[in-house]
């Protein structure tokens, strides 16, 4: 069946035919915004209802007005060519007294004050004014109100009004999404009053599943971010963006290779030892890549971490997150451009030693192994004198000694480029609208020579339809590909040779060819010839949802989506001679010879399918009861086929089609895989007096995971929630705007990390263990490949079942100047499944068990603060979150050892073990009373580490029992991030605005491991920089390390303890950003209706104890592609 193909090019077709019909539509495209309509008229002693007739002619505008206004002898003159329709409309109001207020298509005409029937007070007077927003731009439709009086108006087209009052009156003026102001009218004939936005209430519809909530309504632990806080970082990826932000979402990156950071994102931490505990990303409701997705498409991102994800059961174990793109608006087209150049500088990479300070270190070990030192006061000399003439090798004959210096990552590395462009074009009509968007990044990297970069495209198309009143078709097509090069494993590889190649090889030899003696690589040969690795995933979406209101407040959902990923793998390993000084090929890098010179070629297509509908029933009964209720169904599933081939001795090193590779060392390999799963799911919200709020939902999933009679499991939530600032004794308090206390409990299932087909008993070809195909011979002459048992059928696993309770309190103060908002939380996952430990004769793998235990809890703060003071605009954010788990039963399988534990009943995930350091020997006294303990190397000396007796039973042991409380070892952290922070500090004045962003986390252990976890861990691998200095020597007694010695003692004075451990709590710029945006109208004669400038850095310093050179943030001992400091200008275009 070849579906992937078929589905591909159908759904280019229905992108095509989509994109023509929302360019070619019929339908008028009417400005909602009065300032985009033109109006060219001419009229004389012209009736008002003829004149309003053709003004509807030339707009599309509806304009509504009662019989006294019909009835009306009114003419006017009017003489204008292409004009805006306020100024249009401001003149009828001069000359016929009618005052207009519109809403979206529809303008309304009523009589003014002149045509009123009612006559003031006497005491009262005209108050007149105008209502401004923060920009200074009139506000359209604002409520005017006397206090404790049932009189009011409402603002005109430009924000003005007019109003009966008296001395003592107080005016309150409001308006949706700003906060309400009250002004004393006093002597005043005019206020003009500016109101400021209420980001709460401007921010009051969430999505949530299956629908949207506001957010005064919601129960849950939800929180969301807008496309203003994405937009203003200039990254190419959203979880860049997204770091620091939500308040109970980690993202932690460990490599700063373009295209390939490597991100974690967890909600709420650790779910389960299964899997990577990533919550379920939902894009526009159908699940999909964050990673692919283009950023400036964002239009909102809810994210569910409590009872909330309940609705998502089956696969929202580690919460859920909702992507919202952006949709098209009633209105002329709308063209923004976006484009950002940035310059990127390399920070956080292990630093390697100078020559010199290689040969000081080197004396000192050999001094410490009892040999005489190599490096002699005059080659010292010549080495500080960078003498460029070598001599032969003193210890190892055919080799040179150089006294030149090279630094490695110079050599190899340099300052990257990014630049990123998007253009979008949005609007629509009457019936429907649009949103077409094209983006486009490149990212240039920062190895030299090498092709190093990451390249993206995004095309995307939103349109809307109104197929009837009732009916709406809403499509949503999206195409992203991306495109990284790199020089092979990632850019790790070469960059570990980096740090690890002599500082006193040269790169060339004298005839120019890439050198090396001793069996070193050479980076920058690797780099420049040897290895080319292409990644390319192409990934098409498809979405389609139809929304029928069948009666008022019932409607009904059904959506289909498609995703359709490919992804082509090149990875091709030439042999690289390398020569000697001599210029004889000593050996050959990348391959092992120009026959091993290989090409390996991987395709993988991924087919997702995803079918849904539900019912929906909104409505209010009386005043006080609201109703909620949703019922559904939905099916997914997914198909994987993979296929991988490689071959070497290829004819020439410049052709590296498969088929002209030799034959005898070709291999290939390939897979299918296929998952479904079905759901029914359904919600039930009441609200009494917008005061009492609970919410029931349910999930009733099944998965082709388990065996047919453990597949379903029923996933239920609950939640509720008391606006108590809604109560008579607080409504009408100084000190609460709102106060909200909220509760809920969830169960939510766990399939990820778990084989697709382990409860069938499978059996597999058997190896050598490096890959090599294990083949008998038979008596007649024939061959047979050896196969058996796959991990044992596990016909009773079933569900990992995730109970989480939170409980979080909601308040506003000082006019909700000041939010505050707490949680804490609880997470228990009680049927984890674990692997079960029987005999090693049992030949074969046995099946996991649902078994384990696993709790994790903790909270979320969010502070928030935003004022003004004159004419400048503030605001402060800050938030901070912490979870902490506990593996509570692992069965006996967990694992007992120095150094990082992943799995340690009554221990955090990842946690760590370790001698507790002491300090090193200082005499001979303290050397011999520290050798009376059993298990102290019998060669230890002077200058070499100690470690505590912990228990005192004079032995010096890992562990005494099982639980190691009678050893030597004991816990010393977690590599899990402990206290997350984040800190948004923004201002506005004028056209000028900025922003910072500060991000962190307050606990945090790391050790240092693999080659850089000792000076000399292979007698050939000199120490980092790091230790130069620091290390026990006789002229540096009080020295924290131990001494240095190419020894065996090595091994003992740096195993794993307090020695090696790290803090690795860090702060980080993460972001700032200062932008000016041009007055209105000062380029409109070029079109441009808003122009923005903007100078940003992204990870602009940090605040760390980490020593050697290691980003506090990574985790790959040193060898990780550098993280990169990134400086940019930015330009921000509506049309």
Avoid at 540 to 569: E, P, S
Avoid at 815 to 823: E, I, P, T, V
Wanted: aromatic share 12%; charged share 20%; proline share 4%.
């Amino acid at each position: 069946m070849n579906f992937p193909t078929i589905t591909r090019y159908n759904w280019m077709c229905c992108s095509i035919i989509l994109v023509f019909l929302a360019l070619s539509s019929p339908k008028p495209l009417q400005a909602q915004e009065n300032q985009k309509e033109r109006i060219t008229i001419q009229v004389k002693n012209q009736p008002i209802q003829k004149v309003f007739d053709d003004l509807s002619k030339q707009t599309g505008l509806k304009f509504f007005y009662g019989e006294a206004i019909a009835n009306r002898n009114v003419q006017v003159n009017l003489k204008f060519k292409n004009a805006p329709i306020n100024s249009v409309l401001n003149e009828i109001t001069r000359q016929a007294n009618l005052y207009f207020k519109r809403e979206n298509n529809t303008i309304a005409v009523s009589l003014g004050n002149a045509g009123n029937a009612s006559v003031p007070v006497t005491q009262d007077r005209k108050v007149t004014g105008i209502i401004t927003d923060e920009r200074g731009e009139p506000i359209i439709g604002a409520n005017v109100v006397v206090k404790g009086t049932s009189k009011g108006t409402v603002t005109d087209l430009n924000g003005e009004y007019s109003i009966e009052a008296n001395g003592k009156s107080i005016l309150l003026i409001s308006y949706i999404g700003y906060l309400s102001e009250e002004v004393a009218v006093g002597n005043n004939k005019t206020l003009n009053i500016q109101l400021k936005e209420d980001a709460q209430k401007l921010d009051e519809v969430v999505v949530i599943g299956y629908g949207t909530q506001k957010r005064s309504n919601l129960s849950g632990a939800i929180s969301k971010v807008t496309s203003e806080v994405i937009e203003s970082k200039p990254v190419t990826n959203v979880l860049s963006a997204l770091q620091g932000e939500i308040p109970g979402m980690v993202i932690q990156r460990s490599s700063g290779q373009p295209g390939n950071e490597d991100f974690k994102m967890n909600i709420r931490g650790v779910s389960s030892a299964n899997g990577d505990s990533a919550p379920l990303v939902l894009v526009d409701g159908i699940p999909g890549d964050i990673n692919m997705i283009n950023p400036q498409d964002i239009d909102a991102i809810s994210v569910l971490k409590d009872a909330s994800a309940s609705i998502y059961g089956a696969r929202a174990a580690g919460g859920v997150v909702l992507i919202t793109t952006k949709k098209g608006a009633t209105g002329a087209p709308k063209i923004t451009y976006n484009g950002n150049l940035s310059i990127s500088k390399m920070t956080g990479m292990m630093k390697a030693p100078t020559n010199y300070e290689m040969a000081i270190m080197d004396n000192e070990a050999n001094i410490h192994n009892g040999s005489a030192p190599m490096y002699t006061q005059e080659l010292l000399d010549r080495i500080l004198s960078n003498d460029p003439n070598p001599i032969d090798h003193p210890l190892y004959g055919g080799w040179k000694l150089f006294f030149t210096n090279t630094d490695w990552m110079d050599e190899l590395l340099n300052n990257g480029v990014q630049h990123k462009h998007n253009l979008t074009i949005s609007g629509g009509g009457e019936k429907s609208n649009y949103y077409l968007s094209a983006g486009y990044s490149k990212q240039f990297g920062v190895v030299k020579y090498a092709d190093d970069n990451n390249t993206k495209y995004n095309l995307r198309m939103n349109y809307d339809y109104r197929i009837t009143d009732w009916l709406k078709l809403e499509t949503k097509v999206a195409l992203d590909n991306n495109k990284r090069t790199d020089v092979g494993s990632n850019g790790a590889w070469v960059i570990g040779e980096a740090i690890l190649d002599m500082p006193n090889h040269p790169v060339y030899n004298a005839d120019g060819n890439f050198f090396t003696q001793g069996g070193w690589s050479n980076a920058v040969a690797l780099a420049k010839e040897s290895e080319t690795a292409t990644f390319k995933t192409r990934e098409m979406n498809g979405n389609f949802r139809l929304i029928a209101n069948i009666i008022d407040g019932l409607t009904l959902t059904a959506q289909a989506g498609v995703n359709y990923k490919n992804k082509n793998n090149e990875d091709i390993a030439k042999a690289i001679p390398l020569y000697t000084w001599d210029n004889n090929i000593t050996y050959y890098t990348g391959a092992g010879s120009p026959e091993q010179s290989a090409v390996d070629r991987t395709t993988e297509e991924t087919v997702y399918q995803n079918y849904t509908a539900y019912l929906n029933y909104d409505k209010n009964f009386g005043p006080d009861h609201h109703l909620d209720a949703m019922l559904g169904m939905a099916y997914e599933t997914e198909e994987v086929r993979m296929f991988m081939a490689r071959r070497d001795n290829f004819i020439s090193d410049e052709l590296w089609e498969l088929n002209l590779g030799g034959t005898g060392n070709m291999k290939n390999d390939a897979k299918a895989e296929h998952w479904a799963t079905g759901s029914t799911f359904a919600r039930l919200g009441y609200s009494f007096k917008n005061k009492y709020i609970l919410e029931t939902n349910f999930r009733y999933d099944g998965s082709s995971r388990f065996a047919p009679g453990n597949r379903w499991r029923m996933f239920p939530g609950v939640s509720a929630s008391w606006r108590i600032s809604q109560e008579n004794f607080l409504k009408n308090s100084k000190v609460f705007n709102e106060l909200k206390l909220r509760a809920s409990y969830g169960q939510t299932g766990n399939q990820e990390g778990i084989r697709l087909y382990d409860y069938i008993q499978l059996l597999k070809f058997r190896d050598d263990g490096w890959g090599t195909k294990l083949i008998y011979p038979f008596g007649n002459g024939s061959q047979s490949q050896a196969m058996g048992l796959d991990v044992l059928a596990g016909v009773d696993r079933t569900w990992e079942i995730l109970e989480n309770v939170n409980v979080g309190v909601d308040a506003a103060f000082l006019d909700s100047r000041l939010g505050f908002s707490f949680d804490y939380f609880v997470k228990m996952n009680n049927n984890m499944l674990i692997p079960v430990t029987y005999p090693s004769m049992l030949g074969a793998e046995a099946p996991y068990s649902n078994s384990g235990k696993l709790r994790t809890n903790g909270f979320e703060l969010t502070l928030n603060w935003t004022d003004k003071i004159g004419n400048v605009e503030y605001s402060a954010q800050f938030q901070l979150t912490d979870a902490v788990n506990k593996l509570v039963e692992y069965g006996g399988a967990d694992t007992y050892k120095l150094g990082l534990n992943e799995t340690r009943e009554g221990y955090p995930m990842n946690s760590y073990f370790a001698y507790v350091y002491d300090g090193v020997i200082k005499d001979q006294a303290d050397l011999d009373a520290y050798k009376k303990l059993e298990g102290v190397p019998s060669n230890i000396g002077i200058g070499d580490a100690k470690f505590k007796d912990l228990n005192g039973d004079g032995k010096i042991s890992t562990y005494g029992d099982k639980d190691g409380d009678d050893g030597d070892a004991e816990y010393v952290g977690s590599t899990t991030p402990r206290y997350s922070f984040g800190l948004n500090l923004g201002a506005k004045w004028n056209n000028f605005d900025i922003s910072v962003f500060f991000q962190g986390v307050a606990k945090r252990t790391l050790f240092r491991e693999g080659d850089f976890a000792m000076p000399w861990s292979d007698w050939w691998r000199y120490p980092p920089q790091f230790y130069y200095g620091q290390t026990w020597n006789e002229d540096r007694p009080d020295a924290y390390y131990p001494r240095l010695t190419h020894g065996e003692i090595r091994h003992w004075n740096y195993q794993a303890s307090t020695l090696q451990k790290i803090n690795a709590a860090y702060i980080r710029l993460k972001n700032i950003q200062i932008g000016y945006t041009l007055p209105k109208g000062a380029l409109q004669k070029l079109g441009i209706e808003r122009t923005r400038f903007y100078v940003s850095g992204q990870d602009l310093f940090e605040i760390h104890n980490v020593k050697g050179g290691w980003d506090p943030e990574s985790d790959k001992a040193g060898f990780n592609y550098p993280f990169q400091r990134y400086y940019s200008f930015g330009i921000d275009l509506t049309f």
